[in-house]
């Protein structure tokens, strides 16, 4: 973090789940229409600590860092982020539990 030595970095390959997906899709969409920028993103994973950032995995930071961006920027409130998680948690883990809804 912030430039400290972390040891190597892992470069094994993982099948990614729906929501990094999801997370990853966000970060291309909302960064080409300029709702944030690199430092800005940069700004909430460094105030984030070395506990919550050692903690958390890669995607787990980064719609940590979209979604605090976006709230900052008044794309939407907490609350309307809360409403619409448990929307998109009700539709299941995985394509199939989605559609079968």
Not at 60 to 76: K, P, V, Y
Not at 77 to 89: G, I, N, P, Q, S
């Amino acid at each position: 973090m912030g430039g400290t030595a972390a040891g190597p970095v892992p470069d094994a390959s993982h099948d990614f789940a729906l929501w990094e997906k999801r997370v990853d899709a966000l970060m291309v969409l909302c960064s080409g229409l300029g709702l944030f920028t690199v430092d800005g993103l940069r700004r909430v994973l460094e105030d984030m600590g070395p506990d919550a950032f050692a903690s958390r995995s890669y995607y787990d930071r980064w719609i940590a860092a979209i979604s605090q961006n976006l709230i900052e920027a008044g794309t939407f409130t907490t609350a309307e982020l809360a409403e619409r998680m448990a929307e998109v948690e009700a539709r299941g883990q995985t394509y199939a539990d989605a559609a079968a809804r």
